[in-house]
């Protein structure tokens, strides 16, 4: 019983810069299947099967690129030749007495299986399965005889060639084929990684949208994201709006965009463009659609997918054309043909977008982020400034939904006009009662590497390899900061000291007069010596001998404070104080805990015992809200630092906000003592 023994996929198609026509760049791979056994792989995957090749017109896309024949036999001669014809490479097997056979010196390839005898070498299924590895073969000819009908054979090799790695080699990407947001997407860089990316994935996937199948495709290393703008309708007309610039991203999520590009040239924009509409054009689609591609240091460009509908980034568009895509999507819908050509597109200065998210970024890049906004200001009364948001003051961020708060953008004429715009709103958005992304947001954006344009998909892992950390101050913004920290403190307790004093009070009261403050802040772990005085609303501010004056109209109960300092111009925010001294200033976007007390009291304060910390070692904490979704140890059970995924000494994972898939391993060794939740426990 001979037969071709195939895998199915998706041939993904891509252009490169200059070119008229698309041409095979990247493969997106289903789960490879036998036709002469039954389906053995559980992975739920979409699968496009080509099980046969009969007969052959030269018009067709044959997406075989490498075909092993399996056995000694005489009329490989002739699979050879067809294979030949058809652009298909050939890999023969045979024993180390074959090497000059007329199939071995024919093929495209050679390797050695074993000696002489069949069953150390035609029959040697191990041999065999590492020669398909090895050279990569998509698809295998057992010819006659031989293994051509064992069953145990065509199950390995179904079980082999399942594996995606086969065809594209590591790293592969595994997403999920319903998905978006980055859902359901993970890259794997080995075998157990591959095994363990279906399982998270799928779950993931399945939590998020419903549908648990995936697709699998090769992975890029340190590409850009860059997609282009569609518009579509129903005449047969089609435009490319100009692309964005998508490459800033957490677990594939996107976090910062803009429009144009700094990267693309004319000529690599126009390819894109056109090819985005062919595709467009090709399945008739008629609204605002995205073609989203990777996109190389040499400006080559690979196809991703395309979103046949309205992306969440789609302002910084509109900023740059002047167009409203929701308006054209209804005239579309609605019938009437589209309003511009091609020609008619413009772009005109440059627009960035920041996704608020309510998320932790000093964990893991963004950990979800629950509560009630207990106070929320946007910055709409600056120039440039746009905010798309659906909350308001008293709004509640579930543990059910996308922790995204708003999207930020900012529009200038030219780039530099609107990161500098981006980074005054950043410092004007009010957000409280969650945690929040702005943070990092602005550190982003004031990045030299982000600046000059240096970025790719890695951006944010190459520039934080240990994990953000908040804003490094540098020794003048640290003194900016201690004096601003000071001068908030003395107009706390000037207004403190006043009194309304009733006209004819026959107790005169007496207001301490001070003309310098001797303060002591700490700061992380440094103390600090600070001298200040006020004059009006200015206050002279000695930090460490560095003499620095601050003015502002020192209104404690406003969210937000102007301050001058030496005529540089801060926006900060105090977000608490109390009478211990404690202050949080979120300053150069970042929060800073400082502690502030006089002279007198820093003292006495040596003397107080401090409360010990709490030992929580042994106690396993969730990273965020969610539901556990598989507990993998017992009592009694022995855990240790385990870096890999499965088996019964770890721990295992919890389900987060809207279906983020986190695990959660144990962090020292020793018996499990109680296991408090169970599976699907809500926490």
Not at 206 to 225: Q, T
Request: net charge neutral; with cysteine; glycine share 8%.
């Amino acid at each position: 019983m001979a037969g071709l023994w195939v895998g199915g996929s998706v041939l993904v198609t891509a252009g490169r810069r200059g070119s008229r026509s698309p041409r095979p760049l990247m493969r997106s791979v289903a789960l490879w299947t036998l036709k002469h056994v039954p389906q053995y792989s559980r992975q739920r995957l979409l699968v496009s099967r080509s099980l046969c090749l009969a007969g052959y017109d030269s018009n067709e896309k044959v997406s075989i690129l490498k075909i092993l024949l399996t056995a000694k036999l005489y009329w490989f001669y002739f699979v050879i030749k067809t294979c030949k014809k058809m652009g298909i490479k050939t890999v023969a097997v045979h024993s180390d007495v074959d090497a000059s056979s007329v199939h071995v010196t024919m093929a495209d390839e050679a390797v050695c299986v074993g000696p002489a005898p069949t069953s150390k070498s035609y029959l040697n299924m191990d041999a065999i399965m590492e020669a398909v590895r090895t050279t990569r073969a998509q698809a295998v000819h057992p010819g006659y005889g031989f293994l051509s009908e064992n069953k145990e054979f065509a199950k390995c090799l179904s079980e082999l060639l399942s594996n995606s790695s086969l065809l594209l080699g590591y790293p592969v990407m595994i997403k999920a084929s319903a998905g978006g947001g980055g859902k359901g997407m993970r890259i794997a860089w080995d075998d157990e990684e591959t095994r363990d990316g279906f399982r998270f994935s799928s779950q993931e996937a399945a939590s998020s949208f419903g549908d648990d199948r995936l697709l699998i495709e090769k992975f890029i290393d340190n590409p850009r994201h860059i997609e282009i703008q569609v518009l579509g309708d129903k005449h047969g007309n089609a435009l490319w709006l100009n692309e964005r610039e998508c490459s800033i991203q957490r677990r594939n999520q996107k976090v910062v965009e803009e429009a144009p590009s700094i990267f693309l040239d004319s000529e690599t924009r126009r390819a894109m463009g056109e090819q985005a509409v062919a595709l467009a054009k090709a399945v008739n689609y008629s609204s605002a659609g995205t073609v989203e591609f990777l996109v190389d240091s040499k400006k080559n460009f690979y196809f991703l997918e395309m979103n046949t509908r309205l992306q969440v980034e789609h302002p910084v568009t509109e900023c740059i054309t002047g167009l409203d895509l929701v308006q054209e999507m209804i005239r579309v819908a609605k019938g009437y043909p589209l309003r511009h050509r091609q020609a008619d597109i413009p772009i005109n200065g440059w627009a960035v977008e920041c996704r608020v998210y309510a998320e932790d970024p000093y964990k893991s890049f963004g950990l979800p982020s629950i509560g009630r906004l207990s106070q929320y200001q946007e910055p709409i009364h600056l120039p440039g400034v746009r905010v798309d948001s659906g909350i308001q003051p008293g709004s509640d961020i579930s543990i059910y939904y996308d922790p995204m708060i708003s999207k930020l953008i900012t529009y200038g004429s030219n780039r530099m006009e609107a990161l500098k715009r981006m980074e005054n709103a950043l410092d004007n958005y009010v957000i409280r009662g969650v945690t929040h992304y702005i943070a990092l947001l602005r550190e982003v954006i004031i990045n030299s590497r982000f600046v000059e344009g240096d970025i790719n998909t890695k951006f944010l892992s190459d520039v934080y390899p240990d994990g953000f950390k908040g804003h490094k101050l540098t020794e003048d913004e640290r003194n900016q900061l201690l004096a601003i920290a000071s001068s908030l403190f003395v107009a706390s307790q000037l207004r403190a000291q006043r009194f309304q004093e009733p006209e004819n009070s026959r107790v005169p009261i007496i207001k301490p007069q001070v003309a310098n403050w001797e303060l002591s802040i700490r700061l992380h772990d440094e103390v600090h010596t600070v001298t200040a005085s006020n004059s009006g609303p200015t206050f002279s501010v000695e930090v460490d001998g560095s003499k620095l004056n601050v003015t502002s109209t020192w209104n404690l109960a406003s969210p937000l404070l102007s301050v001058s300092i030496d005529g540089t111009q801060r926006t900060i925010q105090c977000l608490s104080r109390d009478a211990g001294g404690n202050m949080s200033i979120q300053f150069l976007g970042t929060v800073y805990k400082v502690h502030i007390l006089t002279k007198l009291a820093a003292e006495l304060n040596k003397f107080m015992l401090e409360k010990a910390a709490e030992d929580t070692s042994s106690i396993l904490h969730s990273p965020m809200p969610g539901v556990v979704v598989a507990v993998s140890v017992k009592p009694g059970d022995l855990v240790r630092t385990f870096p890999g995924v499965g088996g019964g000494e770890q721990t295992e994972a919890v389900d987060g906000l809207v279906g983020y898939m986190h695990c959660h391993r144990a962090q020292s060794y020793g018996p499990v003592a109680a296991v408090k939740r169970k599976q699907r426990w809500d926490f």
